[in-house]
Each structure stands twice: as C-alpha cells, then as structure tokens.
C-alpha cells in the first residue's frame, strides 16, 4: 500500500507559477513511474504528464512548453513546476502511482486575476 499526499496549490494569477508536491510513504518510488493528472468538476481526470525512473518525462500536448515533471527519490516525492499558468489550467491537480493504482486526495490550483 502506497499513501501519497499533494501540496502547493492554490490561487496565483494568470501568467504565474505554482509548483506542486506529491510525497509517497509506504513504498520508495524509486523503482516506479509517476504521474500528475488534473480533473475540474463535472470533467474527466485528465493526464497531465509523467516522470519513469531513469528521469525521462512525457506531457500532454498544452502543458509540455510550460510545465515540468521531476522526482526526487531521496525524497520520495514527485513535483510538478507550473509556469505561465493559464485560466483554463484551473483544477483539482492529483498525483498517481500507476503501479499500485493509488491516487492522492488532490490540491486545489485557480489561476484568477
């Protein structure tokens, strides 16, 4: 059983950055690839972008210039630095290790003026 738990949303204004944490316990990730999805109410969760173990990232297609995905293993943590926010990046952002099928509780990111 892995238990993760996210950090570091909140309210920033258009054009600012966020970045977001996602710490494990109960496993080290070092060993597994990670994700960060993103959900708004009434929408589907949404991936966002992944980091595997040997530090190779993948995004989807409108964060990939603007966001970026790290692991620190020593940490067992997970990040994802967001730059240049834009309203429609508004959402309940979560954090997921595929391998044992756990998600976080999620955090609150609103990009508003």
């Known amino acids: 059983q892995v238990q993760l738990v996210e950090s570091g949303g909140g309210l920033v204004q258009p054009g600012g950055s966020l970045r977001l944490s996602c710490t494990a316990s109960g496993r080290s990730i070092s060993l597994y690839s990670l994700a960060w999805y993103r959900q708004t109410p009434g929408k589907r969760r949404d991936w966002v972008a992944s980091?595997?173990?040997?530090?190779?990232?993948t995004y989807g297609d409108s964060m990939k210039d603007r966001f970026t995905i790290s692991r620190d293993d020593a940490k067992n943590t997970v990040y994802l630095q967001m730059n240049k926010l834009k309203p429609e990046d508004t959402a309940v952002y979560y954090c997921?290790?595929?391998?044992?099928?756990?998600w976080g509780q999620g955090t609150q990111v609103t990009v508003s003026s």
């Open positions: 980091v595997f173990t040997d530090g190779d990232t």
């Open positions: 997921n290790l595929p391998a044992f099928a756990s």
